[in-house]
């Protein structure tokens, strides 16, 4: 077999064992009975192919929302009552059931819904077994960004349920790029540069968050003379390189207010006259998934936070603001550049470490280990999950489709919570719901809101992403090319990259070249034409996205490495071992600029008010796409519930 239906099948027997149990199970059953239908092998972390939102788990929400569906056949009255029910399983749900608990007291029955296969919502681990190695990865979040600029609240969070942020001084091993000679480079492709083509040097700005990742050694006219563009294309490129908010002509007074009122794209064609496509596409990838989509719809503002091509963001601000102005800002706003609080709060499963720990506290028997480091490589146990001797039950695979009060919302003292589970309808009840779900969504489901709330949820948008991660045998060809980060100009994925080199608890981050390693792809898709607003970018590569087969995943890959890597020293066959594409087509929360859609956040005020016993968490409601502002909004709506 080769090992293309290697990688396909693997993923359809591990999906068809995981829905076995489902279909066995009896009309009416309970939780337990769901839970004793479940396969043993039943461990989501695991599952390559496919993943993120898994194949099908949005089903329902698009039959509610697009098809307006409300008959789902017979319900079950569970007879199930909770003192609350969290509606979606992420970081801001199961901080909310954790606040409830805190605030009410540890005997409070809590149910978390979430129409994943696996809880955590964004915040998901990928597991990678090659030759019985385990390599951990983020299939999601990533990283708990810049600690020092968060709240007492948050921190305190953190603390409660086991994660001691410091030890990441130790567990991040800055010096591994350096050590192993990794830095930023750009893989041009043959089918748009006409040539396969690997340059040391990325030409833009963002890969200098990943904390140790060395300068390039190639100065910016050597980079562009390697470059393979045209002649024009090269002094264009170098324009831009060598371009900045000097060639602007605007007074020092109004720099700042102007380049957040103009496009950078504009920027681009205009103050430095590019036209040359190829020096484009560099320039709309070169922010990746720093803000989603492509930089053809950022400010000049926005595309120097993001470090795209031709603005370094440190310098740059430094020179617009002043030092100490520069320093305070970026403290106080835990920006990434704080150069006391590197980027190095990274778990080896990324933020899935917050989700699970926050498991492990409202479900002991979930797992072994008691904080952060004990849990690595604990395998957690899902039959505990959503047993109804737990105070906390998480009942997966479970889509809420309505949430109405008892009576009167004014009044009412309970709520009654509908969901499908294959294909079943189901009700129970609680004396107050947390909707901690995508803010979209909330006004199909709850169907009763003030018409001014049900409006504004419905304005919130979310931004497609993908992250790809595949299980390497060795890392042979990475070391030969020298890359930590690989800027990847017209490809799916316009970023690839060495996993964080963390390891923790007895996990160990690739020690050689000969030994196995994780690498992440990163996709942020985008619309056709550059230019186009940026919700209907978002909405055509959303249809795109969910419209590929692994195959065509497989592919992409495929050709992506295989252009890039030195041939001899890598085989895809031979080499990679399992790819877990981590779809999101409903991934950042999108809150607008000053150039688009400037009233997002505002609609997000407006939309997370409380409405009787229901209310509102999640990160639409920041709106933010930071793992904080989740926790944050997750007390501010369990609060609200009194
Ligand atoms: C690819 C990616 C990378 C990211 N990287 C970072 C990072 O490095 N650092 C960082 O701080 N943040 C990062 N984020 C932002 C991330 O969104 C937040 O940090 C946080 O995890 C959001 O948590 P949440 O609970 O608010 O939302 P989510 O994680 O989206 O959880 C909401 C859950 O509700 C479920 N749901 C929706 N509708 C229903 C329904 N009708 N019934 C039942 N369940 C439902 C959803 O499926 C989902 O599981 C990243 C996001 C993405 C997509």
Sequence with gaps: MSKKNKITRRDFINGTLMAAGAYMLPFGCTSDAVLAALEPSYYPPALTGLRGSQPGSNIHAHSRAWG????????TNLKEEYDLIVVGGGISGLSAAYFFQKEHGKDKKVLILDNHDDFGGHARRNEHMINGDLRLTNGGSQTFVSPHARSELVLTLLKEIGIDLDQFKTAYDVNFYKRNKLGAITYFNKQMFGEDKVVKHPYCNYPWWVEG?????????????????????KEQLLRVLNGGLH??????????????????????????????????????????????????????????????LGFDPVPTWKDLMGEEAFQTEVREHGNLFAEEDPYIHHFPDGNATIARML?????????TGDNAKEIVTSKFNYAELDKSSNVVQIRLNSTVVNVKHGSDPNSSSDVFVNYINDNTSYQVKAKGVVMACYNRMIPHIVSDLPKEQDAALRRSVKIPLQYTTVGLKNWRAIKEIEMGMAMSPGNMHQVVMMDFPVSMGGYEFTKTPNDPCAIQMIACPFGDFAGTPPIEQFREARYRMINLQLEDYENEVRAHLSGM??????????????????????????????L???DLRGMAKI???????????????????????AIKQAWRAVKELG
């Design 68 to 75: 307006n569906k409300s008959d789902w056949g017979p319900t």
């Design 607 to 629: 939309g997370r008010q409380p409405f009787g016993r229901i209310t509102i968490a999640n990160i639409d409601s920041a709106p933010s796409s930071y793992a904080h502002a």
């Design 359 to 367: 498991v492990k506290k409202m479900i002991p028997n979930v797992g």
């Design 565 to 594: 890597l030195p041939k001899g020293l890598f085989e895809f066959d031979r080499d990679v071992e399992s790819i877990t594409v981590n779809r999101w087509a409903h991934g950042y929360v999108y809150s607008g600029s000053r």
């Design 213 to 233: 990742l060395p300068r390039p050694e190639i100065s910016h006219e050597e980079a562009v003379q390697q470059a393979p563009l045209s002649e024009k294309g």
């Design 247 to 308: 060639v602007l002509d605007v007074p020092r007074e109004e720099l700042e207010d102007y380049i957040y009122s103009r496009s950078y794209f504009d920027y681009l064609k205009t103050n430095l006259r590019v036209d040359d496509p190829g020096v484009l596409e560099m320039a709309r990838t070169s922010c990746s998934d720093w803000a989603g989509g492509g930089a053809d719809v950022l400010s000049i503002g926005e595309a120097i936070d993001c470090g795209a």
């Design 596 to 598: 688009y859609d400037s």
